[in-house]
DNA sequence: TCCGATGTGTTGGATATCCAACATTTCAGC
DNA sequence: GCTGAAATGTTGGATATCCAACACATCGGA
């Protein structure tokens, strides 16, 4: 299996860092956290972040990975089948995701924000067809997982847009069918 | 001034396993808490828990310690006088502390709680004396100061075995005056 | 424009922490 | 009693973290 194990200091300072930048993303807005005020937080050396993360940038990517697989996790999707429920339960992971996000401010890295969103949903579909469909090809499988990411991400972004309050669930039930059984002809 | 400085990763370790006793000692008996537990919780390795403590009994001298200290802390007696106000005030942080310990449970370790408490208000005790009275010899300041401290803590039992449910302060007002001018004759 | 102040990254040597292994103690169950 | 499992302490070598210092970028005010 190849089991690497990871130093538990590793895990502890990422743990450390990670605690500290998402609370501080509570109370001020992303542009104005600067290292020093997420490392005093921390309790750990300036030097000791840049151990651990390229800039500010790459920890918000990896934090933010970090809090939607915490959402998409307690679900469990690695035994589950692509049906309408595991839909409807992604679906809504996500708009929950992006309705937390709305409190904090992350206002201007939404693309950072989608990209996050799509490169989860993509390997979760990826899995679910592979696991489905073990007769098909790779390349075929890949490209599938990446379009229904994009468009399960855009269906978030309408959901957003659309001012009748309809909850997430009744909103993407509509799109199902077509998911399912193709547009046909 | 001879600051030492000590090394941030040694008060950052040591805030982890004390924050992760105190957590434990919310939800397990003090006996039933392991060394394993708390580094566990703390996530640190257990050969670093020997590295700042003795042993179990040692982290819960120092950690009473500390809550104790954060409780008067917020007093500041570093600059205020022995009076009726700076005892009263005393006396129901004493009071508080053993009331919040209660929920906690470190039945079996009493005497621990009462060294403690003395300690730290022996300490407060001779500072203020000694800022009051500083024609006085060191000698008897000192007594003073035990004997307040072993008073004060027996006027807390005191308060907690009497069933009429007086308050603090009105119940250690009523020993003020003798203290204050002491018993005459 | 220039300047001080503040934030970002990087580096080499010092140190706290980790790991694996070991001996010892405690204690529940047979 | 005995025995195995779990907890307590201890140690030497490996590694993550700290520190101090450095160069560089940014930026608001004189």
Same mark, same amino acid.
């Given at each position: 299996?190849?089991?690497? =194990?990871?130093?538990? &200091? *590793? +895990? %502890?300072? %990422?743990?450390?860092? !990670?605690?500290?930048? *998402? $609370?501080?993303?509570?109370?001020?807005?992303?542009? $104005?956290?600067?290292?020093?005020?997420?490392?005093?937080?921390? !309790?750990?050396?300036?030097?000791?972040?840049?151990?651990?993360?390229?800039?500010?940038? @790459?920890? +918000?990517?990896?934090?933010?990975?970090?809090?939607?697989?915490?959402? +998409?996790?307690? =679900?469990?999707?690695?035994?589950?089948?692509?049906?309408?429920?595991?839909?409807?339960?992604?679906?809504?992971?996500?708009?929950?995701?992006?309705?937390?996000?709305?409190? &904090?401010?992350? &206002?201007?890295?939404? @693309?950072?924000?989608?990209?996050?969103?799509? $490169?989860?949903?993509?390997?979760?579909?990826? %899995?679910?067809?592979? %696991?489905?469909?073990?007769?098909?090809?790779?390349? /075929? +499988? =890949?490209?599938?997982?990446?379009?229904?990411?994009? /468009?399960?991400?855009?269906?978030?972004?309408?959901?957003? &847009?659309?001012? $009748?309050?309809?909850?997430?669930?009744?909103?993407?039930?509509?799109?199902?069918?077509?998911?399912?059984?193709?547009? /046909?002809?």
């Amino acid at each position: 299996m190849t089991e690497a =194990k990871t130093d538990p &200091r *590793i +895990l %502890r300072t %990422r743990k450390l860092i !990670m605690d500290s930048f *998402i $609370d501080l993303s509570s109370k001020k807005e992303f542009k $104005d956290i600067t290292i020093k005020d997420i490392t005093t937080e921390a !309790m750990i050396n300036r030097a000791t972040f840049y151990y651990h993360f390229m800039d500010i940038y @790459d920890l +918000l990517d990896k934090a933010l990975t970090e809090v939607l697989l915490v959402n +998409l996790n307690g =679900k469990e999707y690695e035994n589950s089948e692509l049906n309408e429920k595991t839909l409807v339960s992604l679906f809504t992971a996500i708009t929950d995701f992006q309705t937390s996000l709305s409190t &904090r401010c992350h &206002r201007g890295y939404e @693309d950072t924000i989608a990209r996050i969103i799509r $490169d989860q949903l993509e390997v979760i579909f990826f %899995r679910m067809l592979e %696991r489905q469909h073990p007769e098909e090809v790779e390349e /075929g +499988l =890949k490209l599938s997982a990446t379009m229904l990411s994009w /468009g399960l991400y855009g269906a978030s972004m309408e959901w957003r &847009r659309s001012s $009748d309050s309809v909850s997430p669930e009744e909103f993407i039930r509509a799109a199902i069918p077509f998911i399912q059984n193709g547009i /046909g002809n």
